[in-house]
């Protein structure tokens, strides 16, 4: 599916998006993904940072709020960056851009860059990852989280007649590419890698891979987030901490 295509699909999805984003309860962010990305990114005071695929601009503003110099969100659906700008600070920019094509930016001018469920979402991930690496420092880090390729071969739970889970079903984990799901009650696509595919474009870029975590629920964050138990049974997400070698 071309680029075009897939733009016309989140921008039919982004009014629900953003309501959800900033109305909704949000537990697989604020009770699983984020408490390990704002670990894994550590100390964000003074740097300038990338966010590829930045949607609403959710994770931009909160990296600008823990003292980041400098944030440019991209995202290539409109609706997405006009919502992310009614909302930005001085330390903000975005711009409706395709992550799959850097070369408006200059090499080496980012400290730290990152991809927030965004690689599923590309035809060309290994675009985004080369491109990734020209634009960071020596010493920067791309952190990475992204759904778990576990979950997005196939990714359908087996019920019983009660309705209740039993387990999921993995299957077409070798088939890689397009996948067709429904989200919010709008239809979109996303792409399916294996693990090992993602992890060797990583090292074949040149970057090195410091840390890869599963999230799982901790039982505060379960007790917060009820809605987060199947977390504990099945890896839904996963993060890569990479490094571009000094
Ligand atoms: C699952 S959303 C995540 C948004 C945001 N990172 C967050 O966590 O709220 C994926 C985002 O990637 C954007 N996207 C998809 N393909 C893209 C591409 N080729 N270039 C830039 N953004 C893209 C979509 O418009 C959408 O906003």
Redesign the pocket.
């Known amino acids: 599916m071309d ?1 075009r295509r ?1 733009k016309e699909e ?1 921008e039919a999805l982004a009014p629900r998006w953003i309501k959800e ?1 900033r109305e909704g309860g949000n537990s697989v ?1 604020k009770g699983l993904i984020d408490p390990v990305m704002l670990k894994a990114l550590g100390n964000v005071e003074g740097l300038r940072i990338l966010d ?5 601009g ?2 931009c503003r909160l990296l600008a709020e823990r003292g980041a110099k400098y944030v440019l969100g ?4 409109e609706p ?1 960056i006009e919502a992310a700008k009614n909302l930005q600070s001085e330390r903000e920019e975005y711009r409706i ?4 094509d850097l070369s408006f930016l200059e090499s080496e001018s980012f400290d730290l860059a990152i991809s ?3 690689q599923c ?2 035809p060309d991930f290994e675009s985004n990852v080369r491109e990734t690496y020209r634009v960071l420092k020596k010493g920067g880090r791309f952190i990475i989280a992204n759904l778990h390729p576990m979950r997005s071969a196939s990714g359908k739970w087996y019920k019983d007649e009660s309705g209740r889970k039993l387990h999921v079903m993995l299957d077409q984990y070798f088939d890689e590419g397009e996948r067709h799901w429904e989200m919010l009650g709008v239809k979109f696509t996303n792409f399916h890698r294996s693990l090992s595919t993602y992890i060797n474009c990583f090292i074949n870029t040149g970057f090195v891979l410091n840390e890869i975590i599963e999230p799982t629920v901790t039982e505060d964050k379960l007790t917060e987030y009820p809605d987060l138990e199947d977390e504990l049974r099945v890896p839904n997400f996963i993060v890569y901490v990479l490094e571009k070698p000094l």
């Not at 991209?74 to 659906?77: G, I, N, Q, S, T």
């Not at 851009?97 to 799959?100: E, F, I, P, S, T």
Request: glycine share 8%.
């Open positions: 680029t897939l989140w984003v962010r590829c695929g930045c949607g609403e959710r994770f991209l995202d290539l659906c997405m851009r395709d992550v799959q927030y469920l965004n979402d590309l």
